[in-house]
């Protein structure tokens, strides 16, 4: 069975840092590029980064760039998200879905969650 | 302001059919078949049920169908029933970002 669990959420103060881990099993990290994705509380889906699955090519958006950093573990089935610099903006439910085709990701977590504020 | 515009809200009857749009432009919806769509109940994770345009994951109802017509992609619930009340998300390879996603549109089964 296809499992993808993200941790490491929590609250943390303007400017903090956190890392959040997604551990898989049921298949091979390596063979699969891997996304990070943010919901904001009650608003819409943002992709903010994600790594090839040969680590060759990784993507940032805008908004995080610079202070977000995406790594993978391939032997441990992990994938990292380093989050830097942090704003209240960046408070939102953290995925990590696996990618089926281009733009499509068929196995999510449940998320964890990063509130950021004072 | 997101990259493919949905509409904020559709609604429909149980047995009835309905369906929702995904704009884009010819960088992402209009250049490629890499349409994705998400069914998100509340506080739940999304779920895809359409990808590639209009191909359904293993497990998913054929109730639900994808197309797409030059730079809009548009996702058919029919026989709609009660338990598809949720959000739903359009997303889109895209040459420059990779992936957009739609702003969602709430389903209500009236």
């Known amino acids: 069975e296809v499992q993808v669990v993200e941790s490491g959420g929590g609250l943390v103060k303007p400017g903090g840092s956190l890392r959040l881990s997604c551990a898989v099993s049921?298949?091979?990290?390596?063979?699969?590029?891997m996304h990070w994705v943010r919901q904001a509380p009650g608003k819409g889906l943002e992709c903010v980064s994600y790594i090839t699955s040969s680590s060759n090519y990784i993507y940032y958006a805008d908004s995080v760039k610079g202070r977000f950093t995406i790594s993978r573990d391939n032997a441990k089935n992990s994938l990292y998200l380093q989050i830097d610099s942090l704003r209240a903006e960046d408070t939102a439910i953290y995925y990590c879905?696996?990618?089926?085709?281009?733009?499509?990701?068929?196995?999510w977590g449940q998320g964890t969650l990063v509130t950021v504020s004072s | 302001q997101s990259a493919l515009t949905q509409p904020a809200s559709v609604s429909g009857s149980p047995g009835q059919s309905i369906t929702i749009s995904c704009t884009g432009t010819?960088?992402?919806?209009?250049?490629?078949?890499?349409v994705s769509w998400y069914q998100q109940h509340p506080d739940k994770a999304p779920k895809l049920i359409i990808y590639?345009?209009?191909n359904r994951p293993s497990g998913i109802s054929n109730r639900f169908s994808g197309s797409k017509s030059g730079h809009t992609a548009s996702l058919t619930i029919s026989g709609l029933q009660a338990e598809d009340e949720a959000d739903y998300y359009c997303t889109s390879y895209a040459t420059s970002t990779a992936v957009v996603f739609g702003g969602g549109t709430k389903l209500t089964v009236l």
């Open positions: 049921g298949f091979s990290l390596i063979s699969h590029t």
């Open positions: 590639d345009v209009s």
């Open positions: 879905p696996r990618d089926l085709t281009a733009a499509a990701y068929d196995s």
């Open positions: 010819s960088s992402d919806v209009g250049g490629y078949n890499y």
